[in-house]
C-alpha cells in the first residue's frame, strides 16, 4: 500500500505535479522566514522566543497558528493565505445577496471568472487592512505582550524614515499576500490537490512539531502519550465520517440511438454525511479572526467599548462561552450554505432527467429535486453538528488556561489536517488509477 | 380558476416538519448511510497519517534549512556592517 507513494512519483505527468506542488510550497514556506524591509530578524526571533517564556497567553497565537508562524516573524508572507480565504467567504456570501452577483454566477465561465476578479481586488484590500493592523500592533510591542522593545526588533522607529518605511512594508505584506494567491491559483490548476486548501494545510502543519515539542518539554511523558492517542482517535473519527456515504440508487432507461442500445445500468449519487468538507471549518474560522483584526486597527489600549466588548468575548484564547458559541453556529451555518451553494438538487434532477435516469420509486423533474433536498438535508444536519463538535472538543475540553490552542491537535487543524489530506491522496490516487496502478486504497 | 390554483399550490406546500419528525427522519437517513468497513477505515487512516507525516517532516526540513539560512545570512550582514 506504501508502495504507492513510490509509485507516484513513477508516473512522469504524476511526478511532475507533486514535484510542482512540493515546489510551490517550499516557496511559500521561504516567503515566511524573509522578513519583512526593515525588521530586525535576528532581534525579532529573540523577541518571539521570550515572549513565549513569559507564557503571555498571547491573543494572536491563532491566527499566528494559521499564518504558520510567519506572522510573529513579520515576514514577507506574513498573512498567509488568510485574506484571500476571507475575500471569497464574502464573495460567496454576497453572490447570494446581491442580484448582479448571482447574474454572473449564472452566466457560467465568464462569469465566474469576473467573480474571481473580484475576489482578487478585496484579497488585497483585506490585505491592506490586514498589514496595516499588524504594523500598528508591532510598533506599539503589543503584538508581543509588551515582552520587548519594538525600537529593537524595528529599528528604523523614530528617526526620519518611520513613516515610509511603515508605508512600504504594508506594501511589501500586500504583495506577499497577492503572491500567495497566486500560488493557490497555480497548484489548483497545475499542481495536487485544492491549492486554497493546501496551503493552509502547509500553514497548519508548519507549527505542528513546535507544538509536539512543547508538550514533550513541558509534560511528563504520559501527558504525550496520551495526546498522541488522543490524536489518532481524533483522525480515525474524522476519516470515519469523511468517508460515510449515503448512496442514492439512480437506474438509466435503456434507449435505441440509431441502432445502438445506451443505458439500462445502475449507479448511485454518492451524498456524504459531511458533504461540505472543511471548508465551513475554514470559514468560520477566517470570520473569527476578523474580531482580533479591529482589535489590532483600534489598539488594545484604548478604553474604547467596542475593543473592550470584543476582547472579553472574542478572545480566541478566552474560550468565552460566548465566543465558542458563536464559532459552532457559525460552523454549523456555513455548513449548510456550502452545501447549498455546491449541490443544486433542481440541476442534478434535470441532468438525471435528460439522461433518461431516474431514482427508483420517485417520478424524476421536480419530484427528483425535492427527494435529494430531502435527502441532503437530513445528512447535513448530523454533518454539520459533527463539524462543530469536533471543532470546539478539545477547546472545551482542555477548558481555559490557554492549553487549548497550544494543543497541536486542536478540532481545527485536526479537521483540516485530515480533511486536505485525504482530498490530496484521492486525487493522487485518482491520477494513479487513470494510468491502471493499484493506488493506496485497496 | 385562478383560486384553485392558489389553494392547489398551498396544499402542495408541505407544511414544517416539526423537530421530532425531523430528527427520526434524520436517524432513518442515517441508518441507510454506507459506513466505511472496518478495513477501510484502518487504510484510510493509515495512508493519511503517513500523507500527513511526509508533509510534516518535509516541511519542518525546509523550514529549519531557511530557518538557519536567513540567520546566517543576517549574521554575516551584521558582521559585515
Known amino acids: 500500500m506504501l508502495g504507492a507513494f513510490v509509485r507516484a512519483f513513477r508516473t512522469p505527468e504524476l511526478r511532475n505535479k507533486l514535484l510542482f506542488t512540493l515546489f510551490i510550497l517550499t516557496i511559500f514556506r521561504l516567503g515566511a522566514v524573509i522578513p519583512a524591509p526593515g525588521i530586525d530578524s535576528v532581534a525579532i526571533e529573540k523577541c518571539v522566543q521570550q515572549t513565549a517564556e513569559t507564557g503571555a497567553s498571547n491573543i494572536y497565537a491563532l491566527i499566528n497558528l494559521f499564518s504558520g508562524g510567519a506572522l510573529l516573524q513579520l515576514a514577507v508572507f506574513a498573512l498567509g493565505i488568510m485574506p484571500y480565504i476571507t475575500a471569497s467567504i464574502i464573495l460567496n456570501l454576497l453572490t447570494v445577496v446581491v442580484p448582479r452577483l448571482e447574474a454572473l454566477k449564472k452566466e457560467g465561465q465568464a462569469g465566474q471568472s469576473k467573480i474571481t476578479q473580484y475576489t482578487r481586488y478585496l484579497t488585497i484590500a483585506l490585505a491592506v487592512l490586514q498589514s496595516t493592523s499588524v504594523i500598528a500592533m508591532a510598533r506599539t510591542g503589543q503584538l508581543f505582550q509588551n515582552a520587548c522593545i519594538p525600537e529593537e526588533y524595528m529599528p528604523f522607529l523614530h528617526t526620519s524614515y518611520e513613516l515610509p518605511v511603515l508605508i512600504m512594508i504594508v506594501f511589501v505584506m500586500t504583495a506577499g499576500t497577492c503572491v500567495i494567491m497566486w500560488f493557490g491559483e497555480l497548484i489548483t490548476e497545475r499542481g495536487v490537490g485544492n491549492g486554497m486548501s493546501l496551503l493552509i494545510f502547509t500553514q497548519i502543519i508548519a507549527e505542528f512539531p513546535a507544538g509536539m515539542m512543547r508538550i514533550w518539554s513541558e509534560n511528563p511523558a504520559w501527558v504525550f502519550a496520551l495526546v498522541c492517542v488522543a490524536g489518532v482517535v481524533l483522525i480515525t473519527g474524522v476519516v470515519f465520517i469523511e468517508q460515510a456515504q449515503r448512496r442514492i440508487p439512480v437506474q438509466y432507461a435503456k434507449r435505441m440511438v440509431g441502432r445502438r442500445m445506451y443505458g439500462g445500468s445502475s449507479t448511485y449519487i454518492p451524498l456524504k454525511v459531511n458533504q461540505a468538507g472543511v471548508i465551513p471549518v475554514i470559514f468560520a474560522s477566517s470570520l473569527l479572526y476578523l474580531p482580533t483584526l479591529v482589535v489590532g486597527l483600534l489598539g488594545a489600549e484604548t478604553d474604547n467599548k467596542v475593543v473592550d466588548f470584543l476582547n472579553t468575548y472574542f478572545n480566541p484564547m478566552g474560550n468565552h462561552p460566548v465566543y465558542l458559541t458563536t464559532f459552532f453556529l457559525l460552523i454549523v451555518g456555513f455548513a449548510f450554505f456550502y452545501v447549498a451553494i455546491t449541490f443544486n438538487p433542481a440541476e442534478v434532477a434535470d441532468n438525471m432527467k435528460k439522461y433518461g435516469g431516474f431514482i427508483p420509486s420517485i417520478r424524476p423533474g421536480r419530484p427528483t429535486a425535492e427527494y435529494l433536498d430531502y435527502v441532503l438535508t437530513r445528512l447535513t444536519t448530523p454533518g454539520a453538528l459533527y463539524l462543530g463538535v469536533i471543532a470546539l472538543l478539545p477547546m472545551v475540553a482542555l477548558g481555559t488556561s490557554g492549553a487549548a490552542a497550544n494543543f497541536p491537535f486542536g478540532g481545527v487543524s485536526i479537521l483540516i489536517m485530515v480533511g486536505v489530506g485525504l482530498d490530496t491522496v484521492k486525487q493522487i490516487e485518482s491520477h494513479l488509477q487513470q494510468r491502471n496502478y493499484e493506488g493506496f486504497l485497496r | ?81
Open chain 2, 1 to 81: 380558476m385562478a383560486q384553485t390554483d392558489t389553494g392547489a399550490k398551498s396544499g402542495e406546500r408541505k407544511r414544517r416538519t416539526g423537530p421530532v419528525t425531523f430528527t427520526k427522519q434524520v436517524v432513518a437517513e442515517l441508518r441507510k448511510v454506507r459506513w466505511p468497513t472496518q478495513r477501510e477505515l484502518f487504510t484510510y487512516t493509515v495512508v493519511v497519517i503517513v500523507f500527513v507525516l511526509i508533509m510534516i517532516g518535509y516541511v519542518s526540513l525546509v523550514n529549519f534549512g531557511f530557518g538557519e539560512g536567513v540567520t546566517w545570512l543576517y549574521g554575516l550582514v551584521g558582521q559585515a556592517a
